[in-house]
């Protein structure tokens, strides 16, 4: 997607959504590594803190949003990013 461009957001959905910039910023370079077209998203126009979003003190999430037809490859590269399970661990 092209900056100052809008999606038409029926054919983009929510893949993920991150508390933390730099989660949020792991989990795009991992969709765009694997060449999925991706940007993240907030409610509005909102502050970066250097530890998140905030709005009036209260923190916002970031949304990882893919076009539709992505969103199940999407997923699957997200779920196989996550790191150990607590199984793989031990």
Same mark, same amino acid.
């Given at each position: 997607?092209?900056?100052?461009?809008?999606?038409?957001?029926?054919? +983009?959905? !929510?893949?993920?959504?991150?508390? /933390?910039?730099?989660?949020?910023?792991? $989990?795009?370079? $991992? *969709?765009? $590594? #694997?060449?999925?077209?991706? &940007?993240? !998203?907030?409610?509005?126009?909102?502050? #970066?803190t @250097? *530890?998140? &979003?905030? +709005?009036? @003190?209260?923190?916002? !999430?970031? !949304?990882?949003?893919?076009?539709?037809?992505?969103?199940?490859? $999407?997923?699957?590269v997200?779920a196989?990013?996550?790191?150990?399970?607590?199984?793989a661990? /031990?």
């Open positions: 997607m092209n900056p100052g461009t809008s999606p038409d957001e029926s054919e +983009w959905v !929510s893949v993920g959504t991150f508390q /933390r910039v730099i989660e949020a910023d792991i $989990a795009k370079g $991992a *969709l765009d $590594a #694997f060449g999925i077209e991706c &940007y993240l !998203s907030d409610s509005g126009n909102h502050v #970066f @250097g *530890l998140g &979003y905030e +709005w009036r @003190g209260q923190p916002l !999430s970031l !949304s990882l949003v893919v076009k539709r037809e992505d969103a199940e490859r $999407a997923r699957e997200l196989d990013n996550e790191g150990p399970s607590s199984d661990a /031990r």
